[in-house]
T-cell receptor, first 116, second 113 residues
Framework: KAGVTQTPRYLIKTRGQQVTLSCSPISGHRSVSWYQQTPGQGLQFLFEYFSETQRNKGNFPGRFSGRQFSNSRSEMNVSTLELGDSALYLC???????????????FGPGTRLTVT | GNSVTQMEGPVTLSEEAFLTINCTYTATGYPSLFWYVQYPGEGLQLLLKATKADDKGSNKGFEATYRKETTSFHLEKGSVQVSDSAVYFCALTFVTGGFKTIFGAGTRLFVKA
């Protein structure tokens, strides 16, 4: 079974631009979470989607948004990029186990965003 | 609120040494606890998990026990190998509507031959 895929793997943007990152979860997984990883702040939760609905959001400004499609693929968008948005953006998918969630997450390789 | 604190690294050990990476947490409710590992140049992988108090998670020789009384989930391995060199993240996942995961800062482990 294919793992979580993220595209693009690397991206260079200029301040003020916007960017869209894509994530395809493992087949059958319906929950997708996004994280930002930086050397200074570590891994920080951005948001979680399930069945096209955002169920949770982290403490990020409104410039960070996302969505999930009916096939569980997800995108996140960052508008008006700032230098501090340079980071590795990780996507993870999860599957309920039996009648309950196990909450273990399967991560993609990430998209490395550099803002200049 | 919910938070995870893990020991700062880097931790440098010789091959076959005993490893402990401390992790403590604060949480409301009953979170699930995880250790994830990030090998050089790779993404995060689940190493082990525990979903309730006194559960012991284990994988690849690594173990961690969910201790509610001490709010801890320390990672241990009896004999490390060079191939264990990586960054280890302690994490807790809790339910709030959907679910949310909080990660510790990560501990880098170097194992010398």
């Amino acid at each position: 079974k294919a793992g979580v895929t993220q595209t693009p793997r690397y991206l260079i943007k200029t301040r003020g631009q916007q960017v869209t990152l894509s994530c395809s979860p493992i087949s059958g997984h319906r929950s997708v979470s996004w994280y930002q990883q930086t050397p200074g702040q570590g891994l920080q939760f951005l948001f979680e989607y399930f069945s096209e609905t955002q169920r949770n959001k982290g403490n990020f400004p409104g410039r960070f948004s996302g969505r999930q499609f009916s096939n569980s693929r997800s995108e996140m968008n960052v508008s008006t990029l700032e230098l501090g948005d340079s980071a590795l953006y990780l996507c993870a998918s999860s599957l309920p186990s039996g009648g309950a969630w196990s909450y273990e997450q399967y991560f993609g390789p990430g998209t490395r965003l550099t803002v200049t | 609120g919910n938070s995870v604190t893990q020991m700062e690294g880097p931790v440098t050990l010789s091959e076959e040494a005993f490893l402990t990476i401390n992790c403590t947490y604060t949480a409301t409710g009953y979170p699930s606890l995880f250790w994830y590992v990030q090998y050089p140049g790779e993404g995060l992988q689940l190493l082990l998990k525990a979903t309730k108090a006194d559960d012991k998670g284990s994988n690849k020789g690594f173990e961690a026990t969910y201790r509610k009384e001490t709010t801890s989930f320390h990672l241990e391995k009896g004999s490390v190998q060079v191939s264990d060199s990586a960054v280890y993240f302690c994490a807790l996942t809790f339910v709030t509507g959907g679910f949310k995961t909080i990660f510790g800062a990560g501990t880098r482990l170097f194992v010398k031959a």
